[in-house]
């Protein structure tokens, strides 16, 4: 294969994960190059992405999406966390809210300093100092305010729900404005070449034959190209992440508009709840070896909020990574790529930041195995650390009795996170690698909320009196709670963002 630049990129699939591809290719990449998307009317997409977390912005900023406009068009909300119920033990939850927690000292983390007042029985739950969870639990919202200087209200830190249809649909208005060509079609075969066994092109049910230097397979679970074409293989992380089925169901919208999504544990699984403008999205991820689908879908709709608005939808999966996300001249973003359950809301992200990485190690047409490593090594490195943190909760739960929740917390986890969890049991301590997505902050509600318990705190937190300390936390606490008091409801601040 000559060396040359790539002037055909061919995305099949216009789920999100298609949409949001065309919507940054056709931001960033204004070489001459041709960018075309595949998609079938007749093979419907997932539609249940709904809530995101905060480098959601990132995105928005890198194709020009005004947010306030972005809301409108998506009937999308703000999301200032994920709160969990019933997940250590039931009747107990706790929010992992985003963001910052207290205020990170010389010497030692914020936190360290909450952990030797709280093991001493003399400082109230972390979630005291943290704006975000605050503000959650008072269903509370505003934009972190640029002007505040040092107040927590500069530190709020969001992300949104939105409809995921309505979505897709708005990139793709902005993506054919900006020139991608949209194909409506069923692909239903792959030509390889015979020399190297690259992809050449994807063929039509009308016959069309329609060639690529470069194809992005956006076509979900399927993997079209990645699997069908080249075989790829997958990972199944499923003996680690069981949950293998979901039933979606939207229902009708009820007050207050909660600012976070809501993860209920059930006997085999959980629910989720994504408020958005005019109606919830509601969910139960379940095992399908601990529970069957009779009974998945009655425990759904007998715990929504509001009058169910359709049928529910059976989903199945197997959680995992595909083996390499980029082979040959396929790279697979989206669920083509894996899929790790939807807990805490990585999968979009997991799009953004394939699709941020393709465009930094964007090919010449000689393919060079050197960066098509390296992509495939971020990625997987991405994926682990996702993985970690996901096994985390379901490991830690006291829910003892019940089957699944049993083998759960028997069950054998990665080396990678035990060694966090045993760090965190000594001395509270969080080590992360820096380009890891889930912060020490995350970390630590996660591990906390799920009842695991720090026997100590860094030692040089000593340095500093206790009096002087329980002054410390005392005013975060204090500053916190008038700061959430002083923000809008989520309702009121959405009506303000929406208004014409
Ligand atoms: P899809 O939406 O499945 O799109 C596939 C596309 O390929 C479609 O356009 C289809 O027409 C096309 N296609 C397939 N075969 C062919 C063919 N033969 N010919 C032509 N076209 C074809 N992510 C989050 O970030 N947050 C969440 O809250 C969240 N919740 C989820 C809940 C569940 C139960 C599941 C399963 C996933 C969830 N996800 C979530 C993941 C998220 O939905 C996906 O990552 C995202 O929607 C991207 O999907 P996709 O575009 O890869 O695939």
Request: with cysteine; proline share 3%; net charge negative.
């Amino acid at each position: 294969m000559s060396l040359g630049l790539v002037k055909n990129i061919v995305i099949v699939g216009g789920g999100t994960a298609g949409w949001m591809t065309a919507a940054a290719m056709s931001a960033l990449i204004s070489n001459g190059c041709k960018i075309r998307l595949v998609e079938s009317d007749e093979i419907s997409t997932i539609g249940v992405g709904e809530a995101t977390i905060p480098v959601i912005r990132g995105f928005n900023q890198l194709i020009g999406v005004d947010e306030n406009e972005f809301l409108r068009q998506t009937q999308g909300t703000f999301k200032l966390g994920i709160e969990f119920v019933n997940w250590s033990k039931q009747g107990e939850s706790y929010i992992h809210g985003f963001g910052v927690i207290g205020r990170d000292q010389l010497l030692a983390k914020f936190y360290q300093y909450w952990l030797k007042l709280y093991q001493a029985g003399k400082a109230p739950g972390v979630e005291h100092y943290s704006i975000n969870t605050m503000a959650a639990s008072m269903n509370k919202f505003m934009r972190a305010a640029s002007d505040s200087g040092d107040s927590p209200l500069s530190d709020i830190s969001h992300a949104f729900h939105f409809d995921a249809g309505l979505y897709a649909k708005y990139l793709r208005g902005l993506s054919e404005g900006r020139g991608v060509q949209r194909t409506e079609g069923r692909i239903v075969d792959t030509v390889l070449r015979a020399d190297d066994g690259f992809v050449e092109a994807i063929v039509m049910e009308n016959g069309e034959r329609i060639e690529g230097d470069l194809f992005v397979d956006c076509s979900g679970f399927r993997g079209l190209l990645i699997e069908g074409a080249l075989k790829t293989g997958y990972e199944d992380w499923s003996h680690w992440l069981p949950c293998d089925r979901a039933i979606a169901v939207p229902c009708e919208s009820v007050s207050p508009l909660l600012p976070y999504t809501r993860a209920t544990a059930h006997d085999a699984g959980w629910q989720w709840r994504i408020p958005l403008q005019h109606r919830i999205g509601n969910g139960h991820v379940y095992s399908s070896k601990f529970m069957e689908p009779e009974q998945a879908e009655s425990i759904l709709m007998n715990n929504l909020d509001g009058k169910p608005l359709a049928q529910p939808r059976h989903l199945k999966f197997t959680t995992g990574k595909r083996k390499r996300a980029w082979n040959r001249n396929v790279v697979a973003i989206g669920l083509a790529g894996g899929f790790m359950e939807p807990l805490e809301s990585t999968s979009i992200h997991l799009v953004q930041t394939g699709i941020t990485r393709l465009l930094m190690m964007f090919p010449h047409l000689g393919y060079d195995q050197a960066d098509i490593d390296s992509f495939n090594e971020a990625t997987d490195n991405e994926y682990a650390a996702i993985r970690d943190f996901l096994i985390l909760h379901y490991k830690l739960n006291t829910r003892e009795g019940k089957p699944f929740w049993d083998y759960c917390r028997n069950m054998e986890i990665p080396a990678t996170l035990q060694r966090r969890m045993d760090l965190y049991r000594s001395n509270g301590r969080i080590v992360r690698a820096s380009d890891e997505l889930f912060t020490e902050t995350s970390w630590l509600q996660v591990m906390h909320g799920q009842g695991l318990r720090a026997k100590g705190y860094h030692p040089l937190v000593d340095q500093r009196s206790e009096a002087d300390i329980a002054a410390f936390l005392a005013n975060v606490k204090d500053v916190v709670l008038r700061c959430a008091e002083h923000m809008p409801t989520h309702e009121e601040y959405i009506a303000s963002c929406c208004a014409a």
